[in-house]
């Protein structure tokens, strides 16, 4: 792979990296908050790309050596030492696919797959003071506050007041439905979920990564994670509806 082809490879990369930071699709790969540093690296791909197609197409400056030919040999072709051209390896292009790939596909937000193959999140002790819950009846809160709140508190800053939460369904330890939210700490790559059991009016028969939004009071009911043995708290669901997977489908 010559110069050129290496400056246009970085140019299709920095413009996919600036194509998933304009708009949602970068979502799926790291934290919202890291936007800003991808465009910029985007942009800085872009920079380097045409600096490099600059230099490698202007014209040539004139030989200042009169007595030599055009090359070196003789025969106005450079050489290597065994008199044959230089062959870059074809393999280098396999490069492009990665590429491609953040061209063409977008790939889904981590779901009920990985939730059935990681242990929940919570499972160190968390912080144990909590502020009052936000207004509203019910309060909106996420997967990770109520189940901090639920495990590490005893629910003794949620009270009897009613919350509502959005998460997806996945497959819970005893084959029931919980409600899960991946948690990122920077990118997908280490992503963790967060695990809910519900009691009350559980919503049964929906597909895995079925997203939901419940509305329910603390229950004290405990179960435990078979991947990791940590506690999974419980939510006593009064009501729930299926809705739309949200923008961020991440916390």
Not at 65 to 72: Q, S
Not at 121 to 127: F, P
Request: glycine share 10%; hydrophobic share 40%; aromatic share 6%.
């Amino acid at each position: 792979m010559n110069r050129q082809a290496q400056a246009v490879m970085l140019l299709l990369l920095g413009g996919a990296v600036v194509r998933a930071s304009v708009t949602d699709l970068y979502l799926r790969y790291v934290k919202e908050g890291l936007r800003p540093f991808l465009i910029a690296a985007g942009l800085a791909l872009i920079a380097a790309a045409i600096m490099t197609l600059w230099y490698d197409l202007r014209p040539a400056p004139a030989s200042a050596d009169p007595g030599h030919g055009p090359d070196d040999d003789g025969h106005g072709h450079a050489a290597d030492d065994d008199g044959h051209g230089h062959h870059e390896p074809r393999v280098g292009w396999l490069l492009l696919l990665p590429v491609l790939g953040l061209l063409l596909v977008a790939p889904p937000a981590l779901g009920s797959y990985a939730v059935g193959q990681a242990g929940t999140a919570l499972a160190s002790k968390q912080q144990s003071d909590y502020p009052p819950l936000p207004p509203g009846d019910p309060a909106p809160v996420t997967v990770l506050d109520y189940a901090a709140r639920a495990l590490f508190e005893r629910g003794e800053s949620i009270g009897d007041r009613r919350v509502r939460l959005t998460g997806f369904i996945a497959p819970g330890p005893d084959g029931q439905p919980i409600l899960a939210r991946m948690v990122l700490s920077c990118c997908a790559a280490d992503g963790r979920p967060v695990k809910l059991g519900m009691t009350g009016d559980v919503p049964v028969g929906l597909p895995h990564d079925t997203w939901v939004e419940v509305t329910g009071r603390y229950s004290d009911r405990i179960a435990r994670d078979p991947v990791n043995d940590a506690e999974i708290p419980y939510l006593a669901v009064e009501s729930w509806r299926e809705v739309p997977a949200p923008r961020n489908q991440y916390e």
